[in-house]
T-cell receptor, first 114, second 113 residues
Framework: DAGVTQSPTHLIKTRGQHVTLRCSPI?????VSWYQQVLGQGPQFIFQ???????GRGNFPDRFSARQFPNYSSELNVNALLLGDSALYLC?????????????FGPGTRLTVL | GENVEQHPSTLSVQEGDSAVIKCTYS??????FPWYKQELGKGPQLIID?????GEKKDQRIAVTLNKTAKHFSLHITETQPEDSAVYFC????????????FGKGTSLLVTP
């Protein structure tokens, strides 16, 4: 079975630009969560979506937004990029909503902001 | 919010020895505690998890113990192998948001032949 897929794998942007990251969950999973992982740190929660609705939001500015599509895939959008947005962005797939359900991570998208 | 502390930050063991990684959490309402293994250039891989109604769980060479009273949980890896070398993260469910996992800062495990 295919795991969580994310695209692109790497991305280089300049300050002030906008970026869109994409995620496809495991087949049958209806929940997608987004995490930011800065080098040397654990992942930090950004959003969780379930059945196309935002169910949870972490402590990130409004420049970060996301959505989930009818096929349960998801996009993470970041506007007005800052140098500090450079990180590995991880998508996690889960059968159900909630942080107390098993979450399976994709390989991530490495974003570099210059 | 939930604060998860993880120790040690680095751990070096010889092949065949055991490795133990410890985490503490602050939110007594947390009820789910997964452990992830992250290899270089890859996403975190779920290796074992435990829920608050269980004190211990084992899967082959890997075990996790949970002490709810003390609010700490530990990962035990026995008979370590070089392929166990990776960064390991503990996490705890966030009862405030209900949707987040709060992660520790990770333990870099090196198993030397």
């Amino acid at each position: 079975d295919a795991g969580v897929t994310q695209s692109p794998t790497h991305l280089i942007k300049t300050r002030g630009q906008h970026v869109t990251l994409r995620c496809s969950p495991i087949s049958g999973h209806k929940s997608v969560s987004w995490y930011q992982q800065v080098l040397g740190q654990g992942p930090q929660f950004i959003f969780q979506y379930y059945e196309k609705e935002e169910r949870g939001r972490g402590n990130f500015p409004d420049r970060f937004s996301a959505r989930q599509f009818p096929n349960y895939s998801s996009e993470l959008n970041v506007n007005a990029l800052l140098l500090g947005d450079s990180a590995l962005y991880l998508c996690a797939s889960s059968p159900l909503a909630g942080g107390y359900n098993e979450q399976f991570f994709g390989p991530g998208t490495r974003l570099t902001v210059l | 919010g939930e604060n998860v502390e993880q120790h040690p930050s680095t751990l070096s063991v010889q092949e065949g020895d055991s490795a133990v990684i410890k985490c503490t959490y602050s939110d007594s309402a947390s009820n789910y505690f997964p452990w992830y293994k992250q290899e270089l250039g890859k996403g975190p891989q779920l290796i074992i998890d435990i829920r608050s109604n269980v004190g211990e769980k084992k899967d082959q060479r890997i075990a996790v113990t949970l002490n709810k009273t003390a609010k700490h949980f530990s990962l035990h890896i026995t008979e370590t192998q070089p392929e166990d070398s990776a960064v390991y993260f503990c996490a705890a469910s966030d009862s405030n948001s209900g949707y987040a996992l709060n992660f520790g800062k990770g333990t870099s495990l090196l198993v030397t032949p």
